[in-house]
């Protein structure tokens, strides 16, 4: 399994960036996918997921209205359109896969939020 996502930047508050991330080594429109952010010193946090086929998505509060989670199961890709970005959501972006018996990470995406 390898996540590779790409994308991140440093943007102003209000502004706009896309993530990506190009999976491979499994079946990807099996799988749920998911994106994580994690600030230094800080857990970990969900923002998002997408269900195998992309009808179901879902976010924590603090992005819901903002981000937009979809995926492209023909080129094997989830993405994370991310709108009004705030200062609070610099952090390092993971997207993730759980395939049995354990999770799978990227490298992570820097996004800085600032002016």
């Known amino acids: 399994v390898q996540l590779v996502e790409s994308g991140g930047g440093l943007v102003q508050p209000g502004g706009s960036l896309r993530l990506s991330c190009a999976a491979s080594?499994?079946?990807?429109?099996?799988?749920?996918m998911k994106w994580h952010r994690q600030v230094p010193g800080k857990e970990r946090e969900l923002v998002a997921d997408?269900?195998?086929?992309?009808?179901?998505?879902k976010y924590a509060d603090s992005v819901n209205g903002r981000f937009t989670i979809s995926r492209d199961n023909a080129k094997n890709m989830v993405y994370l359109q991310m709108n009004s970005l705030k200062p609070e959501d610099t952090a390092v972006y993971y997207c993730?896969?759980?395939?049995?018996?354990?999770?799978?990470w990227g490298q992570g995406t820097q996004v800085t939020v600032s002016s």
């Open positions: 997408i269900s195998s086929s992309g009808g179901i998505t």
């Open positions: 993730n896969v759980y395939k049995w018996p354990r999770d799978y």
């Open positions: 080594g499994f079946a990807f429109s099996a799988y749920d």
